[in-house]
């Protein structure tokens, strides 16, 4: 297209309200433009980007057997209120009334809506499996929109939902989606992991997140360096805990006096000990209960894995009442040994030590030589701790290494969770009915796109990977007005459109320096110069937008040389 | 796509809910899936059709310059207020607040987010023309949802603004639309006119409807047998009436007794004339004033001619009681001699006739020998009467011809309404700051799908065009269990698929019966059987669905021949 019949708002200035890279450069760029908080339309760039996301993602899909179809945004809250979720989601979900006053919501998500199809239409097993996914927009009414396009409140999401007979059916689909994913991301051009990742309260399910990796990524993740493990530090394990102190024997339980020292570090400077050595007693309020966790004075209590190991809904940090009411001692002071009525969890380190330091269940008190199994028995023993960068990955003992990633996939086994509330029920081979298996898979659309950028920028502008770029190539004769270079660049333009190279012609009555910027800042993975050279001598100048690589090129074979270099891009 | 891996929940049953033949067509031939009154979920079969009809709008709006965008479905009050609408629109406008208790609404159109989005960002003449349009869910409140697509509450549309520098801009946008909408339904494969609509209370702009002609459909056409003149009957014309009477002289007017006579009908029976000799008096309350419309007894007044030429906001006709207090006679008496305080329009056929009939304004009582001019003079004289099929054509004089359609898409010349309230200015050659020159143009995407059905289908099911069609061709194995049989099929199916034939192997262990009314029911072109002929002669049977027109075709041919035969269905 030609740049003089396009909408091309480049902006100089980074947006104020911009906190992000993304976010900043999709503004500056002309990509988006903010109709309300967290809601946006996107220009005819960004639309470009969009679709071909979507386009790689449909193929992904229909490749793996997905049928397309098309589901409704405003859903009436009896099917809501039927899978028990119209009083559960809170203030995230847009509500409204129809004329007659009826109930109504914007969807966030459409379980509801797939599910009752399938109840409708799916009568044996004969009809399983069904792969089914639509492309649409979702609703969120988060409290605080952010981040541009990474939080917002209107946003484009493909959901695949999977239904299946038994567990192995939803296994092959929860593969092949895994696989399909992989692809989508691979071929949108972007780092990422598959990580392992905590599938919440519902408990025993398997789920794994696409991260896009990007120091802005607001998820840490845990990766092996070495084999394919990967996940989110909040589900990542290590290898279980050698003894630290193998062949020493263990000492009387002593009481010592420790004034003011409360935290492990306090606590092991005291002693001259290293931390590892105290035992980290926190406590926990849970929907039902108060419990002491125990880890390393050297490790954090990872509270995702505490709350599945407790099955609880919630879980806190007991605050300083709680904690004095529940053993009658200031925190900073409590330990495992004699605590009453209260559930003690210990991480399996916490088992391996021997003569460790804890708190005594009395103000400005520890105790030393304390031992587990001699001292105090847990009621559960499991890991609840975080992991951290260096220590051994679970599959292979190689070092685990940390990087930060933007989410922009999840994929979910749900199992029979909603299959069983509403109903969607199948014959088995003997006639007997069972629930549907079902699986749950997204990918953020308008996510992705951010997300790319925030992986592929520079100081002057985005770097779009050549699969998802608006236009892959810009052609700019230097000066317009010059009739020979205008015509040898609307030449070239031509032919590269004709041979299949996305081409803008930047025939804009601007300064050379100003179509170079905007050109780095719209990202074009290359950029083509008609100048002089081109009257003069045949030759034109084909930059990388990536490398800044820049090569001169004949004109009779520029077509071929973009044609080439593209897909290295 | 394998049967056996698809979602095809095909209704013996015509569904009662369904009024309408598309609507019960889409029911049971497994298209669509009612969510809540008004909202459909468009099951796979459906959503490919969708696709391509979106990918034939997209081209077409690109070979014109168009540059495809993405607007959002939930936008803020704010800009409605600004623009006016968020009083003007009634109850069909969705209204929500969000977490913040602010007002917001789900578009019905989205002309204030276009024209701030171009207010925000053009601003000289240079950057014009622009042409923006996006593929949307539009949403209106419908107080009676019915008729299955026609009419609902959520459904799809293509919506294109053209922004110009002036009339003359607007006049080649214009032109390049009615050209893209003419491609879009040809390319469809379906029957339809564009034709002259009236553009409401605004005045003065010109709007084309385009209508797919169906019987079923809601809307009067008149056309033109040999020119291409259409219009709807609101709009419709004809030449200029012919004196009827020439050479006749003008007679004294005279009072008659007329005890009971009160229709035009009742009138010229009683006085054994034509009804055409009674000058028809239709009484009218606008939202200013009480005025009197004269049209010929053999002709209706057109109540949105009317409107337009009283430039009203609102017409309807007088009551009983208003009749009486405005003429001081009961209704059936009214006439124009001597009518009093209350303005006249008179249709110019009425002007030519001589020695009319006519209310006396005097109860059972009517004059003789009215002639205009000389007994009344009518404040108007405009054309307010519709127009009827058999009348000559405006253009060329021909004869206009009726037929019913479905409006699937509008182009409108907006001008300078939205611009000038929401301040969307840019500066011409001389600096000067002026305000945008727009037109708005849409297609119902959901819409077109319903209507193609309205006009293509017979008593087993829907007939696609095969531009639109879902699929292409469905290989039926008569006997999938026969290996044989099987195997053909099988290979035929992945042929048919490689060449670009999009084709359905139907391999359900279903008699044949059962796959052949799935066939008609969904209305695939092409339905290829493979039976022991193929087995034993090497020879399939192609059936077109429209014509019914089988061929024996030997399986070395059959992709060739499904080929040559695809573009003519």
């Known amino acids: 297209m030609r740049a003089t019949q396009m909408l091309i708002p480049t902006l100089r200035e980074v947006p104020a309200e911009a906190e992000v890279v993304s976010h900043q450069l999709l503004l500056r760029a002309g990509f988006i433009r903010k109709t309300a908080s967290g809601i946006y339309t996107y220009l005819p760039f960004a639309q470009r980007v969009l679709k071909k996301i979507m386009q790689i993602v449909r193929e992904e899909m229909d490749r793996q057997g997905g049928q397309e179809m098309l589901m409704p945004i405003i859903q009436p809250a009896e099917i809501w209120l039927e899978s028990g979720r119209w009083h559960v989601y809170g203030p995230e979900l847009f509500r409204l009334k129809d004329r007659h006053n009826r109930d109504f919501c914007l969807a966030p998500t459409h379980e509801e809506v797939i599910t009752l199809v399938v109840r409708g239409e799916v009568k044996s097993y004969k009809q399983l499996p069904q792969l089914l996914y639509h492309i649409t927009n979702k609703y969120r009414d988060e409290r605080r929109p952010r981040f541009g396009l990474m939080r917002g409140r209107e946003f484009i999401m493909k959901d695949l939902y999977s239904f299946d007979r038994d567990e192995e059916g939803l296994e092959i689909s929860y593969r092949k989606m895994h696989e399909a994913y992989t692809n989508v991301f691979s071929r949108c051009g972007l780092q990422f992991r598959p990580v392992e990742a905590d599938s919440g309260a519902i408990g025993g399910s398997t789920t794994h997140e696409f991260m896009v990796l990007a120091e802005s990524g607001e ?9 394919d493990y990967a996940a989110n530090v909040e589900k990542a394990t290590t290898l279980p805990a050698a003894g ?6 263990p000492l009387d339980l002593q009481e010592a006096s420790t004034p003011g020292k409360k935290s492990a570090e306090e606590v092991a400077a005291f002693f001259g000990i290293e931390p590892f050595h105290v035992i980290k007693t926190m406590l926990y309020k849970t929907d039902q209960e108060v419990v002491a966790a125990l880890v390393r004075g050297d490790r954090d209590v990872n509270e995702i894995k505490l709350l599945n190991t407790l099955g609880a809904l919630t ?5 300083e009442a709680t904690v004095q009411q529940a053993t009658g001692t200031p925190a900073g002071y409590v330990g495992p040994v004699g605590l009453k009525n209260i559930r003690i969890v210990a991480d399996p380190e916490v088992m391996a030590l021997t003569n460790a330091v804890a708190g005594a269940n009395k103000r400005d008190t520890h105790l030393i030589n304390v031992n587990a199994n001699r001292d105090f028995k847990p009621d559960l023993v499991e890991d609840i701790r975080m992991v951290r960068a260096g220590e051994p990955c679970p599959k292979c003992g190689a070092q685990l290494q940390e990087a930060r990633g933007i989410e922009v996939g999840q994929i979910f086994k749900l199992g029979t969770k909603y299959s069983k509330v509403l109903g969607a029920n199948f014959l088995d081979e003997n006639g007997k009915e069972k629930p549907i298996v079902m699986g749950c898979y997204g990918i953020g659309v308008t996510r992705t796109m951010a997300a790319a950028i925030e992986q592929n920028h520079d100081q002057d502008g985005i770097i779009w990977p050549a699969s998802i770029a608006p236009y892959h190539a810009v052609v700019i004769p230097v000066s317009p007005k010059d009739e020979n270079q205008m015509k040898l660049a609307e030449t070239l ?45 045949g030759v034109v100048e084909i930059r990388r937008r990536r490398s800044g690589q820049t090569d001169l090129i004949s004109l009779s074979e520029a077509v071929e040389k973009v044609r080439e270099i593209l897909p290295t891009l």
């Open 219 to 227: 998820a840490a993740i845990l990766y092996c360096s070495v084999c």
């Open 244 to 249: 630290l102190d193998p062949g020493i024997q």
């Open 315 to 319: 879980l806190e940090l007991a605050d």
């Open 493 to 537: 333009y031509q032919e590269l459109n004709r041979a299949g190279v996305e081409s803008v012609l930047d025939d804009r009555l601007e300064r050379p320096g100003v179509k170079f910027k905007d050109a780095d800042l719209i990202g074009y993975p290359l950029r083509i110069v008609v100048g002089n050279k081109a009257v003069e001598e």
